[in-house]
């Protein structure tokens, strides 16, 4: 029997949630989802998504991708790639270890890590991308 509920609803804001309680808690760097101007480096930011369906027949479902931001102030890339290392630690394949309010979380991967310098040549920007597929939990 179909269990698929009346309405979709997205799960970025709760994932948004989720990450941010876990990263928190893993991480050894402060995390964020707005930054003060003023906040010493290097902390996390979780950043931007997208969010497309990905439903069946009997529920909804959604393929969603989210940038993490890794922030440094450090000559060379180490301190930045040590902490996209612990974010690696903490989230790729590691499904069981997201709770997502409303949704179960099908699968967690990393889809790309990319090193940039900023226009202050001190600050090192390392953006992250896990692909995060769910699906909508029985209303």
Known sequence: MPH?????????????RA???????ELSVPVFDFTPED???????IGESTEVPDNAHDRYGSDTTHVIHVW???????????IVDEI?????HREESLAVEGHWVV??????????RDPD???RHAPVTYRIVTEQLPA
């Open 121 to 123: 040549p001190q600050i």
């Open 88 to 92: 690696k630690r903490t989230l790729d």
């Open 39 to 45: 906040q010493p480096h290097p902390y996390v930011m």
């Open 107 to 116: 699968s967690i991967s990393h889809e790309m890590t990319r090193t940039m």
């Open 72 to 82: 440094t102030k450090y000559e060379g890339w180490s301190q930045a790639l040590g």
């Open 4 to 16: 698929i509920n009346p309405v979709a609803e997205s799960p970025l804001l709760a994932i948004q």
């Open 19 to 25: 990450l941010y309680e876990l990263l928190s808690a």
